[in-house]
C-alpha cells in the first residue's frame, strides 16, 4: 500500500493549468473533490480535509486530502490524511468530522467496505493527527454489527461533539430505517473509544422526508440548535426541492437526554444549482462556520472532467440568526482578497455596463427594499440574477449546455435589501439579504465575460465593486511514508 500512498501524495503537487480553474474556492489539484470533513481550529490553525479521489473525475477510491491555513488564504498542503488501505475503509474513508482531544485533532470517518456482489458495511472509524501533521488510523469505534435493528447498511457521516452538561462525546450518524426512510442515530461515549446507541433523533420530519439522510450536523448558533442535514429523495414543491438532492436546516432547542429536537420548518441552506453536504466548526473565538460542496451527487458530466478535476469547496461563510433564520456570509478574512477597497456609486435606474475581472466581488444595496420594479443582473453568458420586487421574488436563470434551468426564493420582509456577489472564474456565490437566502453555481465558458450588465427598474441603488486575488497552496516537503 506504500505505493498507492506516495502516489496519492505526489498527485497533490499536480496542478492542471485550464480556464476553469477557480482562484479563491478549494478545488482538487486533480481527480474529483466532494464533502468537507474534519473541519477544526487547533492552536490557531485551521484545518480542512475533504473528500477525494486522486485518480479519476469517479466516485470511489475515496481518500481525505488535508490543508492547513491561518487565515483561509494562505494553505499549506498536508500529506494525504486517509487512505483506503485497510479492511475497514477498503472500499473508501467516506465522511466524517473532526474534534480535540488530548491535545490532538482526531478524525471520526466512515469507512465503507462491499463484498463482491455489492453489498454495503460501514464502519466507524478514528484517527489522530500528529503533531508533524501525520495521521495515525486507530481503528474502529462503532462496528458494522453495532448497528440497530431496523436500520439498513446506510450509515454513516459521523458528527461529533462534547457535551458540557453531561461530560460525554456525542455522535450523530446518517441513516436509513429498512423501510428505506430517512433518519439520524445518536451514540454517546465517556472516552471517544467506546461507544453505545443513545436513540434515534426526534424531529417532525423523521421517517417522512426522503429516502436517507446524509450529512447531520448538530450545532448552536447565537444560543439556537440547529440541526443541518441533506435529504435525498425529496420531490420538488414549487420552488422548494428544485435540485436533485437538497440540504437545509432545522430550528429549534435540543434535548440529549430524550434525542428530541423541538423546531420550526425545514429551509434549505441554499437555492442555487450546486450545493451539497455543508458541515460546520466553530472556531476559538466562538464563530461558527460553515463550508459545503460546490457540486452534487450523480451530476459529474461538468465540462472539467475533460480536463482530469472536477468540483470545488464553496468559501468559508460565517454562520449568525436573524429574525429566525440563519444567516450565511462569507467571513471576514476572505477581504485580504480585494486588490483595492470597493469603489462605490449612486446606480440610477436604466441600463448600465461596467467593465469587470473574471474574479470579483461586487455589493448592490438598497437603503429601503424597493415595492416595485424589478432588477437584473448579468454577470457572465450562462447565468442572469432578477429581483422582482413586485412579487418579491428573486430568480437565478442558467442557460447553455450544462444543467439549465431556474432557481427561485422569495425575498424576505426587511427593511433594506444588500447583494452580495463573490464572482471566481467558474463560479458564483450570491448572498441575498445579508445571507438569508444564497444562491450557489458553477459557470462553464470559453471566454470570460468582461461586462457586467444592470437593467435596474427600481430606485436608485449604490453599487461597489472590487477585483479579487488568489489564495495560494504551499506544498510542505515531507519525507516518504
Not at 486522486?54 to 488564504?73: D, G, Q, R, V, Y
Not at 459521523?158 to 430517512?182: N, R, S, Y
Not at 439520524?184 to 420530519?205: C, I, N, P
Request: hydrophobic share 35%; glycine share 6%.
Amino acid at each position: 500500500m506504500a505505493v498507492v500512498f506516495e502516489t496519492a501524495a505526489a498527485l497533490t503537487h499536480t496542478m492542471i493549468d485550464e480556464p476553469n480553474r477557480l482562484k479563491f474556492h478549494i478545488q482538487p489539484p486533480v481527480g474529483l473533490l466532494n464533502d468537507p470533513n474534519g473541519l477544526v481550529q487547533h492552536h490557531g490553525v485551521f484545518h480542512v480535509f475533504y473528500q477525494w479521489n486522486p485518480w479519476s473525475c469517479e466516485h470511489k477510491n475515496k481518500t481525505w486530502n488535508h490543508l492547513t491555513t491561518t487565515n483561509f488564504i494562505d494553505f499549506q498542503q498536508q500529506d494525504v490524511a486517509l487512505l483506503p488501505t485497510d479492511w475497514y475503509d477498503k472500499n473508501g474513508c467516506y465522511s466524517g468530522s473532526a474534534f480535540i482531544k488530548d491535545d490532538h485533532v482526531h478524525l471520526f470517518y466512515t469507512g465503507n467496505v462491499k463484498d463482491e456482489a455489492g453489498n454495503r458495511q460501514a464502519y466507524q472509524c478514528l484517527a489522530r493527527v500528529q503533531a508533524d501533521q501525520s495521521v495515525e488510523k486507530l481503528g474502529v469505534v462503532i462496528d458494522d454489527c453495532e448497528i440497530p435493528e431496523g436500520y439498513t447498511r446506510h450509515f454513516r457521516d459521523p458528527k461529533i461533539w462534547f457535551d458540557q452538561e453531561t461530560q460525554q462525546w456525542v455522535t450523530i450518524l446518517g441513516a436509513q430505517t429498512c423501510q428505506e426512510q430517512g433518519t439520524v442515530l445518536l451514540f454517546t461515549s465517556r472516552d471517544a473509544m467506546k461507544w453505545a446507541f443513545h436513540g434515534e433523533l426526534q424531529t417532525k420530519y423523521t421517517r417522512q422526508f426522503g429516502y436517507m439522510w446524509e450529512c447531520p450536523d448538530l450545532l448552536t448558533v447565537d444560543n439556537q440548535d440547529v440541526l443541518i442535514f441533506s435529504p435525498q429523495g425529496v420531490e420538488q414543491q414549487g420552488m422548494e426541492y428544485a435540485n436533485i438532492y437538497q440540504s437545509g436546516y432545522l430550528l429549534g432547542s435540543f434535548d440529549l437526554p430524550t434525542a428530541r429536537l423541538q423546531h420550526g420548518t425545514f429551509r434549505e441552506l441554499d437555492r442555487g444549482f450546486e450545493f451539497y453536504a455543508p458541515q460546520t466548526f466553530t472556531d476559538e473565538s466562538g464563530r461558527v462556520i460553515l463550508l459545503a460542496w460546490m457540486g452534487l451527487p450523480e451530476e459529474e458530466a461538468q465540462p472539467t472532467c475533460e480536463a482530469g478535476w472536477v468540483h470545488a469547496l464553496t468559501v468559508p461563510r460565517h454562520l449568525t440568526i436573524r429574525d429566525g433564520i440563519l444567516c450565511q456570509q462569507p467571513i471576514r478574512e476572505l477581504q485580504a482578497l480585494r486588490k483595492t477597497a470597493l469603489q462605490e456609486q449612486v446606480l440610477p435606474s436604466g441600463h448600465s455596463e461596467h467593465t469587470v475581472s473574471d474574479c470579483y466581488e461586487l455589493q448592490l444595496t438598497w437603503d429601503t427594499l424597493p415595492t416595485t420594479g424589478t432588477c437584473t443582473l448579468a454577470f457572465d453568458h450562462e447565468h442572469t440574477l432578477e429581483l422582482d420586487f413586485n412579487q418579491k421574488l428573486a430568480t437565478l436563470r442558467r442557460t447553455g449546455a450544462y444543467l439549465p434551468g431556474i432557481r427561485q426564493c422569495q425575498l424576505e420582509e426587511t427593511t433594506n435589501l444588500t447583494l452580495t456577489i463573490l464572482k471566481d472564474t467558474s463560479s458564483v456565490e450570491i448572498f441575498l439579504q445579508d445571507g438569508r437566502n444564497v444562491f450557489t453555481a458553477r459557470t462553464f465558458h470559453e471566454h470570460r465575460p468582461t461586462i457586467l450588465t444592470v437593467e435596474l427598474a427600481a430606485i436608485a441603488a449604490t453599487i461597489a465593486y472590487c477585483e479579487l486575488g488568489a489564495m495560494t497552496i504551499t506544498h510542505t516537503e515531507k519525507g516518504k511514508k
